[in-house]
């Protein structure tokens, strides 16, 4: 294949045509791909003037505090991710590897989970448990177990110590 291969999709500017130098090549929307540089006629900026090839920094904005976690508004599961931020912080600070440390911070959550006895203590069970599979805290096979003990336990509460079991 001899020849010059051309990949651009528009026609083509003659190689002798003075407006543009060969090399020039139109594209499908007729544009001259290289409109702003000095070959075309543009003029570079003068010293002490801000050039397009130039960066300039803004000034920083002031950042917000970020709001506060929905998990903040129930206290078991703010007590849960505290326990996690800690026992990471603290398997880090004792030289585990990355994978020891969020082994022992997922344990310590699920250790920091609210007794299954009472109406509120299983709800904010399940919210903890919910939070905790969210955040990676809890793998799916623990979560799945501890969310069906939480409806055992449910249904246990909802029974209650003194009422009589309903016939079938």
Partial sequence: ????????????????????PPHHRWFADNN????HNEENGCIPAAEGETAMTETVQAPPVPREAPPPSPAAQNPAVAFCCEVHKRALKAASDNGRNQIGAVLDAGRAYR??????SGHENIRDFIACIAHGMLMGAIEGPDATRLLYAAQVAHTTDAKGPGRPKTAK
């Fill in 1 to 20: 294949m001899g020849g010059k291969h051309r990949l651009s999709i528009g026609p083509l500017l003659e190689e002798n045509s003075d407006s543009h």
């Fill in 32 to 35: 001259d791909p290289f409109p």
């Fill in 111 to 116: 250790n920091a989970l609210p007794p299954l």
